[in-house]
């Protein structure tokens, strides 16, 4: 059982999706980032210094006695559907790209040589040879 899974494991498909795995994590991170730090900060300054990330529709106040805020935090739905559309964006392009390059890899197998078949071929031969 040991001597299956080891070569499960280490088969290359299952390495490359654990690679993928880790560097699609590590590109969510980027995205994250570059949304929360980079992005926000500008649409909040051309909203008039809004922080995005910190809108939210308060449903039930919190208490002194301990009950917590009921909120809908719609502004950091906003922050998480920008971060989506990057993401998707970005896979887009990459997927676009692959299948391009594929389709030029296609393109560059020549061809079979245009012209009579073997069969034909065979067939003309035998006829020479019957009349001949």
Known sequence: ???EFKEF?????????AIAFVMGAAFGKVV???VEKMFAPVVGLI???VNLAEKKWVLRAAEEGGRPEVAIAWGEFITASIDFLVVAFVMFMIIKAM???KRKEAEAVPAPPAGPSDVELLAEIRDLLKKG
């Open 1 to 3: 059982m040991f001597k």
């Open 32 to 34: 994250t980032a570059f």
């Open 47 to 49: 909203l008039g210094g």
């Open 9 to 17: 494991a280490l088969k290359g498909n299952l390495i490359d999706t």
């Open 99 to 101: 299948n391009a390059a």
